[in-house]
């Protein structure tokens, strides 16, 4: 008999992607209360995994493997909450509203509607909400315009003209 052959799967698009810094002063104390609920949960997820590991043979056992599985999930997140919070640098909108910045509401006029938009760090979009990334493309066009300026976005089958009316 052959070997069983492991497909290989080439990583995905968003796999080796370095997290965004930029973070919100309440989406940091967010992390730092994940972190900290983490951290607490850990020593009774790893007593779980000792008193399934009593129960003798671990191919045998499922809660064994389940348990020890959380506590890898737990250890991985925890590791990955660290080094965000560790890089992460606070978004100080500037006062100045002569210019888009990260950290700014921009109110903008398009097809006829008018739309306000956020512009944050990545890890903080939420478009239904108007909270738009600067590394997005409606983001990256506005960051560094003026109130008046025009800027035309190409979206995935048109383009669009925004027109900025007011930066707060």
């Not at 938009?117 to 003026?146: C, F, H, W």
């Amino acid at each position: 008999m052959t070997g069983v052959q492991t497909p290989y799967r080439k990583p995905g698009k968003f796999s080796q992607m370095k997290n965004d810094p930029l973070l919100t002063k309440g989406k940091f104390e967010e992390l730092k209360n994940k972190l900290e609920k983490l951290r607490n949960s850990r020593p009774k997820q790893a007593e779980e995994v000792a008193r399934l590991a009593e129960l003798g043979d671990f191919s045998e056992n499922v809660a064994y493997q389940y348990a020890k599985g959380r506590l890898r999930g737990i250890n991985q997140s925890i590791l990955n909450l660290e080094k965000q919070l560790q890089e992460a640098e606070i978004i100080n909108p500037e006062k100045q509203t002569n210019s888009v910045q990260i950290g700014h509401r921009v109110t903008v006029v398009f097809d006829s509607k008018q739309k306000t938009y956020e512009i944050l760090g990545s890890s903080e979009t939420d478009p239904q909400k108007g909270v738009i990334s600067y590394n997005s493309p409606i983001g990256g066009a506005l960051v560094g315009r003026k109130v008046g300026d025009v800027v035309t976005v190409k979206l995935a089958n048109k383009e669009v003209e925004y027109k900025i009316i007011k930066i707060q």
